[in-house]
Each structure stands twice: as C-alpha cells, then as structure tokens.
C-alpha cells in the first residue's frame, strides 16, 4: 500500500473516532435531559395528589419521638420547640437513626422535606432528609438524604456557596446499603444538578422524593438530582431519617416542615 493511502485511511479513522465520540458525548447528553424531562414530568403528575399529611412541628401532634436515647452507636436527643424538631447526634460509629408516623400504607406519593443543618457544631457530613416506605415491624425503609458543604466567599454576610451531596439508601436486615451516593455537580452524576447554590448562612433545604412504583426521583431545592429504581420495598410509611457516615461527629439538624402527596 502506498504511502498516501495509508495516510488517507489514518485521516479517515481519526475523523470517523472523532466524530463517534462526538456521537457519545451527544447521546449522553440527550439520555440525561431525556431523565430530567422524565423527572420533571413525574414531579408535575405527584403535585397534583391531595395533601395527605402535612406537619410544621409548631405541637407534638403526630407523636414523633422526643427525648434522650443512648446506645453503643450513638447519642442522640430529639425535641419540639420553636416550631422545628430538633434532632442532635454524637455518633460513636456510623449510624443511621429514624423516625416514623403511624400513617397510611402507602406505594406512590410525593414526599417533602424542609430542614436545616446547624453549623455552629461539629461537622457537616451527615445526610437528613425524609424516610419513606418504612416498615416499623421489621425495621425496613429507604431514606434520601442531603448533606453539603459550604464555603464563604465574600460580598456580605449572606455570600455563602452550598454544595449539595445526596445519598439513597435502603434499609433491612438491620443493615443500610447505598443504592446511590453523589454530589449535585459531579459529571458522574446521572444529571448533573447543583454544583454551586447561594444559601444565607442559615439556609433552608428542601427536598422532594417522588416515588411511582419501583421508581424515584429526587430533587434538592427544585433541583433534580438523580433516580433510583428499586423494588424491594413496596409500600409503607413515611418519616424522616439522619444518617452520619463517620465516627465521632456532632450533627444538629432542625426539620422545619414535612409534606405527604398521595394518589
């Protein structure tokens, strides 16, 4: 073969290489708006259920837990007051601690949190958010949970930057297995969500998880995160979940309100 055909063919397989990875980057890019739209759309359809439980933890009403509990994993207090529930943690080893209301058995739902992580203590690498499809018999749920980073970066006393992680986890056999673990702005991510959100030192958090069958999907502040599709839990109750990933962390996390949707 002579030389200028080789050289043809070699232009030719680069430029074919080229423009496969273009292809690549291009389907990828559609495959994750395509799960946002999916997303968004199932948002749009859970909105419209009735309100079938809604709490602002102005009054114990719903009974959840308070006080002082202590085992071999962790210390842990739980209160009502100033219209929050106040949850605070000293873990001896990674936990996991729950809480649930009695409630309807329920599979499909849109489920909203509203809390706050307290900065003035310990470290903020622990996840809080809601606890759904739990059952208190045999001590089995999923909880999606929201941890973050903050970082100050000048123009005033509300120029913070906030860096949203996320962590789904399924609960049973008294063991947690992560379905899902990423950061709103990895590239890594399904779709990547929030790499950079402007909170007030003491921001509000909201999260949404919407379930429909064997899938959920998961939104930090409007934002949509990720899904998981998962079948092992069916149906159950709702509640709210503080996981702490580490040994020897202090975490306090104030959820301000809760919301259940359902069909």
């Not at 018999?137 to 909880?143: D, G, K, L, Q, S």
């Not at 590239?187 to 949404?208: A, C, K, Q, W, Y």
């Amino acid at each position: 073969m002579s030389t200028f055909w080789k050289k043809f063919l070699m232009i030719v397989g680069f430029l074919g290489l080229f423009g496969l990875l273009l292809y690549s980057g291009y389907a990828s890019k559609r495959a994750r708006e395509n799960e946002r739209d999916e997303a968004v759309a199932a948002l749009d359809r859970a909105r419209k259920y009735p309100i079938l439980f809604t709490d602002d933890f102005n009054a114990n009403e719903n009974n959840w837990p308070v006080g002082e509990n202590a085992d071999g994993s962790l210390e842990e207090s739980r209160s009502i007051q100033n219209g929050v529930y106040r949850w605070e943690i000293v873990a001896n080893e990674p936990s996991i601690s729950w809480a649930w209301i009695d409630g309807e058995d329920i599979s499909d739902f849109y489920l909203r949190v509203e809390a706050r992580l307290d900065r003035s203590v310990g470290t903020w690498t622990a996840y809080f958010g809601p606890a759904f499809r739990v059952n208190p018999r045999w001590m089995e749920f999923y909880a999606f949970g929201h941890s973050e980073f903050v970082e100050r970066k000048g123009g005033g006393d509300e120029e913070y930057f906030h860096y949203s992680y996320y962590r789904f986890v399924r609960f049973t056999d008294n063991n947690p297995e992560i379905l899902r673990s990423d950061y709103a702005g990895s590239t890594s991510s399904n779709f990547p969500g929030l790499p950079e959100v402007r909170h007030p030192p003491d921001g509000m958090v909201n999260i949404v998880v919407v379930a429909e069958g064997s899938q959920f999907w998961c939104f930090i502040d409007g934002e949509y995160v990720t899904q998981v599709e998962d079948d092992a839990l069916a149906r159950g109750w709702v509640g709210l979940a503080l996981m702490v990933p580490n040994s020897g962390e202090h975490t306090i996390v104030e959820f301000d309100r809760i919301e259940l949707r359902a069909p």
